[in-house]
């Protein structure tokens, strides 16, 4: 039991990346870069509750999904034990 807490207490770490010097106020539209969330290696539904996380943010923002972007999202994961 005492097991089980312990490794049920590790820390997710998450980064963000992006270019410094873009103007966002420009970019009113977006959608996900499916070739790199396909290459994500998480589970499905790992993978449906972040972009359901960020779409939520960027929507919060003012931002609007679309289907001709002017900004594309993708996610990249990395795990270790």
């Not at 207490?9 to 103007?23: E, I, K, Q």
């Not at 959608?31 to 998480?42: L, N, R, S, T, V």
Request: aromatic share 12%; hydrophobic share 40%.
């Amino acid at each position: 039991m005492i097991a089980f807490l312990m490794t049920s207490c590790t820390s997710v770490r998450v980064a963000s990346d992006y270019d410094r010097n873009a103007n966002f106020n420009t970019y009113k539209t977006f959608a996900f870069f499916k070739d790199g969330i396909d290459k994500a290696e998480i589970s499905d539904l790992d993978k449906r509750r972040i972009l359901r996380a960020v779409e939520a943010e960027l929507l919060a923002k003012g931002f609007t999904k679309s289907e001709n972007p002017d900004l594309l999202v993708s996610i990249f994961t990395k795990s270790r034990d």
